[in-house]
C-alpha cells in the first residue's frame, strides 16, 4: 500500500485558498488548493472617472521638468525634485478625490502645491544654475534662452501658478456658497 503525499501549489499573495480534501483509491488523503477570485480589499472600487487624466496632468509636467533639468545639469538632484513633487501632487490629488472635493477646488490644491514645488525648483536652480546653463546650451542650443535657467523664471512660473490657484479657489467658494456640485 503506498501513501500519496498531499498536493499543495501556493496561492498568490492576496488570494485566500480553500482546501478541498478529495478521498483518493488509498485510505489516505490527498489535499488540493484551490484559489477562491476574492478581492483582498471588499471596500476596493474602480477609480473614478477622471482620476488618471488628472492625475497625469499633475504629474507629467513636474516629472518631465525635473527629468529634463537633471539630463541637462547631470545632477541627481533634480530627478530627486521631481520624485519628491510628483509623489505629493499624486497624494495631494488622491485625498481631495477621497473627500469628493470639486473639480475646482481639487485643481486649487494641485496648482498650489505645483507653485510651492517650482519655488523649490527656483532654490535648487539657483543652487545649481551654471550646470544647469551649461547643459541648456550644450544639448538645446537651437532653443537656448538664457532666462528659462534663471531662479527668477520659475519664481514668476510659481507666482502664476499661485494666482491661478487663488482664482480655482474663489471659484471653488462661489460654486459652494451657490449649492452648484460640479
Given at each position: ?63 518631465v ?12 538632484v ?25 473639480v ?22 539657483a ?56
Amino acid at each position: 500500500m503506498s501513501v500519496q503525499a498531499p498536493v499543495v501549489t501556493e496561492a498568490p499573495i492576496g488570494y485566500a485558498a480553500e482546501i478541498d480534501l478529495q478521498a483518493s483509491r488509498e485510505p489516505r488523503v490527498a489535499a488540493e488548493v484551490r484559489i477562491a477570485p476574492q478581492i483582498a480589499d471588499p471596500r476596493w472600487a474602480r477609480a473614478p472617472r477622471g482620476w488618471y487624466a488628472s492625475l497625469l496632468a499633475c504629474t507629467l509636467p513636474l516629472f518631465v521638468l525635473g527629468m529634463v533639468a537633471s539630463a541637462l545639469a547631470d545632477r541627481l538632484v533634480f530627478a530627486g525634485w521631481a520624485i519628491v513633487a510628483g509623489a505629493g501632487a499624486a497624494l495631494l490629488l488622491r485625498v481631495a478625490w477621497g473627500r469628493d472635493w470639486s473639480v475646482a477646488a481639487r485643481a486649487a490644491l494641485v496648482l498650489g502645491w505645483a507653485a510651492l514645488a517650482l519655488l523649490a525648483f527656483a532654490a535648487l536652480a539657483a543652487r545649481h544654475g551654471e550646470v544647469l546653463d551649461l547643459g541648456y546650451r550644450a544639448l538645446l542650443w537651437p532653443i537656448y534662452s538664457p532666462l528659462l535657467t534663471k531662479p527668477l523664471a520659475a519664481g514668476v512660473a510659481a507666482a502664476v501658478l499661485a494666482l491661478a490657484a487663488i482664482a480655482c479657489l474663489v471659484l471653488a467658494r462661489s460654486r459652494r456658497r451657490a449649492g452648484v456640485a460640479s
